[in-house]
């Protein structure tokens, strides 16, 4: 536990995020600054993520928690040179998430935030 949150608060520090505003007023953290040659997020258009691990050496478990710790998706990867999915997190409500892909023998975690920005503005008629 004091591992993770030592791994975590270094992920965090070390992360350049830039802030990108959607079509449909969401604000989206992009997460494309890698922490690690490992992995990397990057954000698409909306609210979709491409997660890409390289060099997967058995079979890992990448899963998606929010900020509660509660597991939102899990899914299993066999072992390759490459694993890159692109995950459609558009049906998440606003909050801060975290990518998690545990190898067995490390576990790397990358999280990230959604919200909603809302814009106002006055247009004469």
Do not use: C, W
Request: net charge positive.
């Amino acid at each position: 536990m004091k591992k993770s949150f030592l791994v975590i608060a270094v992920l965090m520090g070390v992360s350049a995020a830039n802030v990108s505003v959607a079509n449909n007023g969401l604000k989206i953290v992009d997460l494309s600054a890698s922490i690690n040659s490992d992995l990397n997020v990057k954000t698409l258009d909306g609210l979709k993520f491409k997660l890409t691990v390289d060099n997967l050496q058995g079979k890992s478990y990448i899963s998606i928690k929010n900020s509660g710790g509660e597991i939102l998706h899990t899914e299993y990867v066999n072992k390759t040179e490459v694993f890159s999915k692109v995950y459609d997190l558009s049906s998440l409500p606003d909050g801060n998430y975290t990518f998690v892909v545990n190898t067995g023998k490390e576990t790397i975690e990358k999280p990230f935030e959604i919200a909603t920005e809302v814009k106002r503005t006055a247009t004469p008629k």
